[in-house]
């Protein structure tokens, strides 16, 4: 039976998390770090020595924004947004409530978003979001003020491969 270290492993499919040498770069520039559980390094320290239940019933692997700061700064290519991705798929496969309220329906929004037009459409994002989680008035007065400073499109054009897009979703999906 593989451990949790070799499954992490071969799902991340590149680098393996052992090249890590804990210098911490990639939590010195994670713009999350300061609201996270578990910092990035601490969280493949984590991983190396087993702790498969505390990593993923962590707020850490929900909060990360995948920006890929991390993963520019690691002087080995440890791939930790790629790791993070991982780790969420996990943590749905077996049914782990996120500890974040709500979040996991944000996730499922942005998915949804992306599958229905490769990219992001924040307008239809935050309807299937509100919509999910019943949430309806928390960030109106953000969300106005974004729109007033043209944070938020009306309108994003759907890319033109969506043939590729169909198959990512179709290869990735159980
Ligand atoms: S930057 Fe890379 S090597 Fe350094 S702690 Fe982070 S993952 Fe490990
Ligand atoms: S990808 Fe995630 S862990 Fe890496 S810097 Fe961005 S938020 Fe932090």
């Not at 998390?17 to 578990?38: D, S």
């Not at 850490?60 to 290519?77: D, F, G, H, K, Q």
């Not at 989680?133 to 309108?155: C, E």
Request: aromatic share 8%; charged share 25%.
């Amino acid at each position: 039976m593989s451990t949790f270290l070799e499954d992490v492993n071969e799902k991340i499919g590149g680098v393996p998390i052992q090249a890590c040498y804990h210098c911490r770069k990639c939590t010195a520039g994670c713009p999350l770090a300061f609201a996270m559980e578990y910092n990035p390094n601490k969280v493949i320290k984590m991983i190396q020595m087993g702790m498969k239940d505390k990593v993923l019933n962590s707020s850490t692997i929900w909060l990360c924004a995948s920006c890929e700061t991390c993963v520019t700064r690691c002087p080995n290519n440890v791939d930790i947004a790629r790791m993070m991705d991982v780790l969420r798929e996990t943590a749905i496969e077996e049914k782990i409530e996120p500890k974040e309220k709500n979040i996991r329906k944000f996730h499922e929004a942005f998915l949804a978003s992306i599958k229905s037009g490769g990219r992001i459409n924040e307008p239809m994002m935050i309807v299937n979001y509100k919509l999910k989680s019943g949430d309806y008035f928390s960030d109106m007065a953000m969300g106005m003020n974004m729109f007033m400073k043209g944070k938020i499109k009306l309108f994003s054009p759907r890319t033109k491969d969506m043939k590729s897009v169909r198959q990512i979703f179709k290869s990735t999906s159980k």
